[in-house]
């Protein structure tokens, strides 16, 4: 499966913008499908995925309550909705997928995961 996140840019504190992950080659609705980020500097980190076989969502602790992930089976995307945006949010966001379902402690970790897309990049700044 080739994935193609898109929808980063410039965005004010406190602003929000929604990610898109479109796939091509297979549905994506098997797995589990995520979202990381990695920010200047740092490591990768998760954000947020989507278990397809119980449609369960996961967040990390930085972004839980803030950020939510949805999908659409009929344009095989998956969605990452950001509100209350923080300069601390600024890195380039990453969507995967892996076609396991791994425990809640295994899907957060981003060796789990087979494809990968290209990143789009989230700045906020005012």
């Known amino acids: 499966v080739q994935l193609q996140a898109c929808g980063g840019g410039l965005v004010q504190p406190g602003g929000s913008l929604r990610l898109s992950c479109a796939a091509s080659?297979?549905?994506?609705?098997?797995?589990?499908t995520a979202w990381f980020r990695q920010a200047p500097g740092k490591g990768r980190e998760f954000v947020s995925a989507?278990?397809?076989?119980?449609?369960?969502?996961y967040y990390g602790d930085s972004v839980k309550g803030r950020f939510a992930i949805s999908r659409d089976n009929a344009k095989n995307s998956v969605f990452l909705q950001m509100n209350g945006l923080r300069p601390e949010d600024t890195a380039i966001y990453y969507c995967?997928?892996?076609?396991?379902?791994?425990?809640?402690?295994?899907?957060?970790?981003?060796?789990?995961?087979?494809?990968w897309g290209q990143g789009t990049l989230l700045t906020v700044s005012s």
């Open positions: 080659g297979r549905a994506l609705s098997r797995g589990i």
């Open positions: 989507f278990r397809w076989s119980d449609r369960s969502t």
């Open positions: 995967a997928a892996t076609d396991r379902n791994y425990i809640v402690s295994a899907l957060r970790d981003e060796i789990r995961y087979h494809y």
